[in-house]
């Protein structure tokens, strides 16, 4: 089955400056791949998703890509800000949101 | 976000002991999914349904059992608890199988 890779397992950075996070996928069936935010003791939500047929996707500071070929995508937040300290997921799935496989996820921390 | 609720949001039992988790969206979504969220897994697909009657296992199905009669409900049981099952389970929904997952607001279970 799939199996879904995400690196780093924990991030810090300055305010205002970019956070990457990087994600690796096994089945080169999957074809949506979602990312959610979750800040402590709350739920999931998701943030910015992208399908196998865009290679970008942007939605204000954060963006999405994609890299088919490598199995892997990638969450950018540029100007990142304090708020967006929280627990981040990737995830990819066959069937285009449904039975995700998710990464172990990502903490950032934003420092002011 | 209210759309999706779950009850009870903390329990505590004894290995052994039946356990029941509620989940209940009231926007008619198809979908609905059961996960369990541990440090260092993300969150792993235990159950999912596409309508009422029809459900079908994720990664981790064993030990659970699920049922949905009705559209809006969907119960997670652990039949007979074991303190591996300790973990947070997020109940989510979608409108159909290519939209955006919905996540409840977690239950947060202890089996001693």
């Known amino acids: 089955g799939e199996n879904v890779e995400q690196h780093p397992s924990t991030l810090s950075v300055q305010e205002g400056d970019s956070a990457v996070i990087k994600c690796t996928y096994s089945?080169?069936?999957?074809?949506?791949f979602p990312w959610y935010k979750q800040e402590l003791g709350k739920r999931p939500q998701l943030i910015i998703d992208i399908r196998s047929n865009v290679g970008e996707k942007k939605d204000q500071r954060i963006a999405v890509t994609l890299n088919k070929t490598a199995k892997h995508f990638s969450l950018h937040i540029t100007e990142t800000q304090p708020e967006d300290s929280a627990v981040y997921f990737c995830a990819a799935s066959m069937e285009y949101g449904n039975k995700l496989v998710f990464g172990a996820g990502t903490i950032l921390r934003v420092k002011s | 976000d209210a759309g999706i609720t779950q009850s009870p949001r903390y329990k505590i039992t004894e290995t052994g002991r039946q356990v029941t988790l509620m989940c209940h969206q009231t926007?008619?979504?198809?979908?609905m999914f059961w996960y369990r969220q541990d440090l260092g897994h993300g969150l792993r697909l235990i159950y999912y349904?596409?309508?009422?009657?029809?459900?079908d296992k994720g990664e981790v199905p064993d030990g659970y059992v699920v049922s949905r009669s009705k559209t809006e409900n969907f119960p997670l049981t652990l039949e007979s608890a074991t303190r591996s099952q300790t973990s947070v389970y997020f109940c989510a929904s979608s409108e159909g199988r290519t939209d955006t997952q919905y996540f409840g607001p977690g239950t947060r279970l202890t089996v001693l």
């Open positions: 349904s596409a309508a009422a009657d029809i459900t």
């Open positions: 926007w008619s979504h198809s979908y």
């Open positions: 089945d080169s069936a999957s074809n949506y």
